[in-house]
């Protein structure tokens, strides 16, 4: 356990929200698993276990609550002192990438053998691989069961599954319930579904809507009256999405439409992402008030997290648009690449629009492919810069990605593109890859933060060393405090 069978006590007893998702208490006299915060009567404490995956409940032969849903939990954030390669794992098949390839080309890809990537994930997470993919992507069929209406046979292909057969076998053997018994009945049927995503508070969502909103690229992504909007596309299928904070809950509400359902599995879990919503707040705070150069400035932005990029691409090309230019340029300058080189929405995405005017989604961000044969004359690039986006979309277009490493990998790696230093590796990480140390040393915005009229890269790094593992952070309450 991660944690102590007396912090988990504590926890529970007093139905703390910061461990929702943390841990899982399993009933022996029930053999239900719930999460910390469950409203039911409590049980006595000799009569209850503790699991910090609920996929080992599972495996124990415990089934999910009913009334506190343990789908419906934070993702926990353990991984953070587990081993890279457990991390990087963990996120991948939260983005379904172990439900359609074995477990060897999964392994491959993270640069193990299928054998040790058992026995890392034995001695870490207490299962296999394939048990806890299959665990998480039964747990996201039974939150869209219960939240959405969408068939069964839409939950069953938007969890992973190739039948309706095989779902319904899963499913049962699982959690002793048919599919049909737990799905909504009076939920309409339409092209999108909404789900509630849950946070461990406190959450500034209004300063991260502040932060997104100073960004936004027009016909991509707006922000209006405390809701974000924005479109994508998936694997060739395009979508939209928007998000608004749920006023009773810890939670986000998420309005998807995207006419594939296996899209709703990885664009959720890219939302988390975005949107930081797996963070521990009170972990990450506690490490950096320590600080008192930090202290002050954490008190006014409480539930600090990581404004998200959608892609690793998108984040990339950002970072060289918007190189020595203002943020207000740089967006002048990504948006007339949206609207000239983005693909228009069409069909059921663009039937869906609830928005019209300036925010009105119109299109998705630019594909690689669109860009590396773009003619960039007029965008307002230097010609340097024009090169750098289209040799960086021909990468991208070519397969090219930070890849699966550690951080020092992925800043090594993106820094072999032409027109990216270690700044925009670090921001890329930060922004699309939500690596929780990455740290720009030589940004010029943090220099101004910490009153360093002519820092250096080696200054600032040397007052970050005592920030580690939360210098990401670090930077975002910073850059925050610039705007004080």
């Known amino acids: 356990m991660a944690l102590s069978f007396q912090q988990c006590e504590r926890a529970r007893r007093a139905r703390d929200h910061r461990y929702d998702g943390r841990f899982f208490t399993a009933v022996k006299t029930t053999g239900i698993y719930c999460r910390p915060v469950c409203p039911a009567p409590q049980p006595k404490s000799r009569n209850v276990e503790y699991f910090d995956t609920a996929a080992q409940a599972a495996q124990q032969g415990y089934r999910p609550c009913l009334r506190c849903r ?7 954030p353990s991984w953070q002192g ?19 390839q074995s477990l060897a080309s999964f392994a491959e890809r993270l640069g193990v053998s299928d054998r040790h990537l058992r026995r890392l994930f034995d001695a870490h997470v207490g299962v296999s691989p394939q048990a806890y993919a299959l665990n998480h992507r039964l747990l996201f069929a039974k939150q869209l069961l219960s939240e959405t209406g969408l068939p069964v046979l839409d939950v069953a292909v938007a969890s ?12 049962q053997r699982q959690f002793a319930l048919t599919p049909s018994q737990l799905r909504k009945p009076s939920a309409a049927r339409h092209p999108g579904i909404v789900v509630k995503l849950r946070y461990r508070p406190p959450f500034d969502f209004q300063g991260m809507l502040s932060f997104l909103s100073a960004r936004t690229l027009e016909g991509v992504e707006g922000v209006e009256d405390g809701t974000y909007y924005r479109s994508f596309t998936w694997e060739e299928q395009q979508g939209w999405f928007s998000l608004t904070q749920d006023s009773k809950e810890n939670a986000l509400l998420a309005t998807i439409h995207c006419s594939e359902p296996r899209a709703y599995l990885p664009v959720v879990q890219r939302i988390r992402q975005v949107f930081d919503l797996d963070a521990s707040p009170i972990e990450i705070h506690r490490a950096l008030r320590k600080d008192a150069r930090l202290k002050p400035r954490l008190k006014k932005i409480p539930g600090l997290r990581l404004p998200g990029i959608w892609s690793e691409f998108e984040a990339i090309i950002r970072a060289i648009v918007g190189q020595q230019i203002s943020v207000q340029a740089a967006r002048t300058i990504l948006s007339r690449l949206c609207d000239r ?4 929405l069409v069909g059921a995405a663009q039937s869906a629009q609830p928005l019209a005017g300036a925010l009105s989604l119109r299109c998705t961000f630019p594909s690689p492919r669109a860009l590396a044969s773009a003619d960039l004359n007029g965008m307002g690039l230097t010609g340097a810069r024009a090169r750098w986006v289209r040799g960086a979309a021909e990468a991208y277009a070519g397969g090219f990605a930070a890849g699966a490493g550690d951080l020092d990998s992925r800043v090594k790696k993106l820094c072999t593109l032409q027109g990216i230093g270690p700044w925009s590796a670090h ?13 720009p040393a030589s940004d010029l915005g943090l220099y101004r933060a910490l009153g360093l009229e002519k820092g250096t890269p080696k200054q600032t790094e040397a007052m970050a060393e005592a920030w580690r593992p939360w210098r990401a952070y670090a930077v975002m309450c910073l850059w925050h405090s610039l705007g004080d």
């Open 341 to 344: 080189f983005g693909q228009p």
């Open 160 to 171: 992973g599954f190739s039948s309706r057969r095989r779902f319904n076998d899963a499913f």
């Open 82 to 100: 587990s081993v890279t390669t457990v991390k990087r794992a963990v996120r991948l098949i939260h983005d379904g990438e172990l439900s359609d």
């Open 427 to 439: 921001y890329t990480c930060i922004r699309a890859l939500q690596e929780p140390d990455a740290f």
């Open 70 to 76: 343990p789908e419906t939990a934070p993702h926990s």
